[in-house]
């Protein structure tokens, strides 16, 4: 079992910047590929970026490229997003996924989690 849990989601002015952490815990023996999605009132979810275990991959949707920058530090089982130049259409809910393998009585197992949750308002 891994859990997930976001913090760094907040109130922001349009062209500001925050920053949101994930910090994966339990029986993990190996986090592959971590992201960040985020849904909007009345829109489905959607991927915001992921990268891979080692950073050797990293995607982005289009709406955030070269505004927003992903990293992981493996050591902390921690993924960060910085989010600068925030537009209101940023607004959402963001969550964190991780994927990977457990570790449990000697047999690993592959996971899949999600965090709760963090609000990011951007306003105008």
């Known amino acids: 079992q891994v859990q997930l849990v976001e913090s760094g989601g907040g109130l922001v002015q349009a062209g500001g910047s925050l920053r949101l952490s994930c910090a994966a815990s339990?029986?993990?023996?190996?986090?592959?590929?971590m992201g960040w999605y985020r849904q909007a009132p009345g829109k489905q979810r959607e991927l915001v970026a992921t990268?891979?275990?080692?950073?050797?991959?990293?995607n982005y949707a289009d709406s955030v490229k070269g505004r927003f920058t992903i990293s992981r530090d493996n050591a902390k089982n921690t993924v960060y997003l910085q989010m600068n130049s925030l537009k209101p259409e940023d607004t959402a809910v963001y969550y964190c996924n991780a994927e990977g393998l457990t570790l449990t009585y000697g047999s690993t197992s592959v996971f899949t989690s999600w965090g709760q949750g963090t609000q990011v308002t951007v306003s105008s």
């Open positions: 990268i891979t275990q080692g950073g050797g991959r990293i």
């Open positions: 339990g029986s993990i023996f190996s986090i592959n590929a």
